[in-house]
């Protein structure tokens, strides 16, 4: 089947990844020592990547970070997997700037609607933050043919229900709602529909990279 016509991403999809969201406050809140993400959760995350490109059968020799924030994950990669090569993408110039030490050399400003890496490919890309359909669609003009293997990291909020305890892949997920267009919603609308738009950006997952993708 041919590939899905390129969609610009709007004017409300580009403010939901508004670089400004992502600041000193944003990273206290989420990152801090009560935060969602703390050392622990990230580096159980990048064994389990690690582990699933085993899995694969992919050898993990370059990684690319979409949505890197300070390069927490990166650091992990390159302690479970010496030498290997590690580049992180981030819109916020905040996280960059404060970028974990040893991965400063490795990370960069660059949005997922104009990645940076046309000439170079990695073995695996992991996309952290993506809630809009729109911004996997936009990346996957730039990835495309540059990776073996996408990992897409998904929520719990993408499911139907919350009945059933350690739902896995064969649960329903949530539909888009009737007359919502993924690739022109507006902010308030992102904002109320975070799960369905979230599980619309799995189904983008599939059709971008078939047969090469994990949702995790």
């Not at 709007?10 to 989420?30: G, I, K």
Request: hydrophobic letters at 40%.
């Amino acid at each position: 089947a041919p590939s899905p016509p390129h969609h610009t991403m709007s004017a409300p999809q580009r403010a939901r990844h508004d670089p400004e969201r992502f600041d000193a406050a944003y990273y206290r809140r989420f990152y801090g020592r009560r935060g969602v993400h703390d050392a622990e959760r990230i580096a159980h995350l990048a064994t389990g990547v690690h582990e699933l490109a085993a899995w694969w059968g992919v050898r993990i020799r370059s990684v690319l970070d979409v949505g890197c924030a300070k390069g927490f994950m990166l650091h992990d990669m390159a302690e479970l997997i010496p030498g290997i090569t590690v580049k992180g993408v981030d819109v916020s110039e905040y996280a960059i700037a404060h970028a974990i030490d040893d991965m400063k050399p490795h990370v960069g400003v660059a949005s997922a609607v104009k990645l940076p890496v046309a000439d170079k490919s990695f073995d695996v890309v992991i996309d952290n933050p993506t809630t809009l359909p729109g911004w996997v669609r936009n990346a996957a003009q730039h990835l495309k043919g540059h990776t073996k293997h996408y990992m897409f990291i998904s929520t719990e909020s993408v499911y139907a229900g919350n009945a059933t305890p350690n739902a896995d892949e064969s649960d329903p997920v949530l539909p888009l709602p009737a007359g919502l267009d993924p690739f022109a919603v507006k902010a308030e609308d992102a904002r109320r529909t975070y799960g369905p738009l979230k599980a619309e950006a799995e189904r983008e997952v599939e059709r971008q990279y078939p047969g090469i993708n994990t949702i995790i």
